[in-house]
């Protein structure tokens, strides 16, 4: 995949068909695998969206290897939230 560039994902938080925040984060540490980065990139854009993190499941592995990008649902999240939706993409 990425190996030698930095990722950056877009997050967006919906409620129905409304967007209510996005917000777009970089990261890039050589010394860590593509899955590290992506973790590290996650969690500073769930941080920057002042938003809890939320459980990464098969479906979201899944779905960001064959889309570039996946959902998170309520029942993902430890902490009650006031969206219904968050998007996360990977931009190339």
């Not at 902490?79 to 219904?84: T, Y």
């Given at each position: 995949m990425a190996e030698g560039k930095p990722i950056k994902l877009e997050g967006k938080?919906?409620?129905?068909n409304l967007?209510?925040?996005s917000q777009e984060v970089e990261f890039h540490n050589p010394d860590l695998t593509?899955?590290?980065?992506?973790?590290?990139?996650?969690?500073d854009l769930?941080?920057?969206?002042?938003?809890?993190?939320p459980l990464?499941?098969?479906?979201n592995t899944r779905e960001f290897a064959r889309f570039h990008q996946t959902l998170f649902f309520d029942g993902q999240f430890t902490?009650?939230?006031?969206?219904?939706r968050f998007q996360i993409r990977w931009i190339e």
């Open positions: 938080l919906f409620r129905g967007m209510l925040r593509f899955t590290k980065n992506l973790e590290k990139c996650l969690v769930c941080h920057g969206l002042e938003v809890p993190i990464w499941l098969e479906k902490e009650p939230i006031a969206f219904d």
